[in-house]
């Protein structure tokens, strides 16, 4: 039958784009077998998930660049983990002004389309054109 124990981990954490500090709790469920082998599970919320090591990703923005420190280290050096500021009030920025309106006579077609036009009528004219000979050398016979 298995032996094992299990401890708690807080985990400190700093994203390496956006510098997001966080921490995370694990529980390291140590477990040994009958033959002495030892092998550790990872539970965050009860959930097995990988050791903090390989893998974590930034909570704010999403980034798998993320530097760890080891269990207990931001007790060690607070001075390093800033301390969480209160979320700053909202910044009211006036509306912009709507832009003028043109008139429905000035207002012109999309470069996009005249130049599918420019080119799509010498085309369609082109393709006509060698139909139009194709089906007449067929239709009339050869002396």
Known sequence: MPDG????????????????????????????????????????????????????????????????????????????????DPEPAPVFVPAPAPLPVRSPAVARTHLPGRLLVALGVPLALFVGYELYTSVVAVARPHP
Do not use: M
Request: with cysteine; hydrophobic share 35%; charged share 15%.
């Open 5 to 84: 124990f299990d401890t708690r981990e807080t985990w400190p954490f700093q994203c390496l784009r956006c510098l997001h500090v966080w921490e995370e709790d694990f529980v390291v469920r140590s477990l040994t077998d009958a033959y002495g082998n030892e092998g550790h599970i990872w539970l965050s919320s009860g959930v097995p998930v990988p050791p903090p090591w390989s893998g974590a990703c930034c909570p704010c923005c999403g980034a798998y660049g993320v530097t760890w420190f080891p269990s207990g280290y931001s007790t060690r050096h607070p001075e390093l983990v800033p301390a969480l």
